[in-house]
């Protein structure tokens, strides 16, 4: 008997609750216009004009992905993100809601705060600061389980934004001979990544989470930063609930914009991209 077809993967979920500390910093040597330096001191990250909103740019490329359903995870404060969505762009390709996370406490709070728009589904986690390859979202999307996009670290380091010193820090993950991950490990030292073999394979925050990851997120206590961290709800869920996520390969670019000296390098990387909501 063999076991019925997994079904594409439909919702999405974006994190667009954090404080943007990083962003709102003065940077030297960064360029910004008006526009994009009064979204930068407030934080709004996602908001933060390349021609248009940079999630605008997050939530085309999820369309292109096969993906209908976004909710968005903002504060009660965020009301220019609740305005643009609802009163200043026509959605024609996807479903807009929002979850509010009351305080920020955390992504794995965040994620928690999406529980009512997942329901009993597999659902798609990702970053509002982060614009991934849209093959790739695909492939996360067709995998209809939990899972996550797999990195190469030094094709990151190649084709992204990103500083080769930031990247090298990124959470490594451990995955076993089959393809699943067994932990995720956050400021790796180097000996561990020396003892991997080959790619050194790291997360981007884009995940495919089924309704256990819940559970994880009431069930983890804060880390030595005060929150309830995604990285401890995942590793909770394998080590204490017994999920199974798929560890889905994955090369760049991705293109990060969680500081003031990314806007630059951003909107070059984005120029001509076409979006479509």
Not at 218 to 242: F, K, M, Q
Not at 258 to 269: E, T
């Amino acid at each position: 008997m063999t076991s019925p077809a997994r079904r594409p993967i439909d919702k999405a979920v974006i994190l667009a609750r954090g404080l943007g500390t990083r962003m709102r910093r003065a940077e030297p040597g960064a360029t910004a216009d008006p526009a994009q330096a009064r979204m930068a001191d407030a934080g709004l990250k996602a908001m933060i004009p390349i021609g248009r909103p940079f999630l605008d740019y997050v939530i085309s490329a999820l369309a292109d992905a096969g993906f209908t359903q976004v909710c968005l995870v903002i504060g009660p404060e965020h009301h220019v993100v609740r305005d643009y969505y609802t009163t200043t762009v026509t959605l024609s390709r996807v479903s807009l809601t929002f979850a509010v996370q009351p305080e920020p406490r955390g992504t794995a709070d965040a994620v928690a705060a999406a529980a009512a728009f997942a329901g009993p589904d597999v659902f798609l986690v990702l970053n509002s600061d982060n614009y991934y390859p849209v093959e790739a979202l695909a492939a996360l999307r067709a995998l209809g389980a939990p899972g996550l996009l797999a990195f190469d670290r030094d094709d990151l380091i190649r084709t992204s934004n990103i500083e080769p010193e930031r990247i090298r820090h990124y959470a490594v993950l451990d995955v076993d001979e089959a393809g699943f991950l067994q932990r995720i490990v956050e400021k790796p030292d180097a000996a561990f990544v020396a003892a991997r073999v080959p790619p050194v394979i790291v997360s981007m925050n884009c995940w495919a989470f089924g309704p256990a990851i819940f559970a994880a997120c009431r069930s983890i206590t804060p880390s030595a930063r005060g929150e309830l961290e995604l990285p401890d709800a995942v590793n909770y869920a394998i080590a204490a609930l017994g999920e199974r996520l798929a560890a889905v390969p994955a090369v760049g670019p991705v293109l990060d914009l969680s500081r003031r000296g990314d806007i630059a390098s951003v909107a070059a990387a984005l120029a001509g991209v076409e979006v479509h909501l």
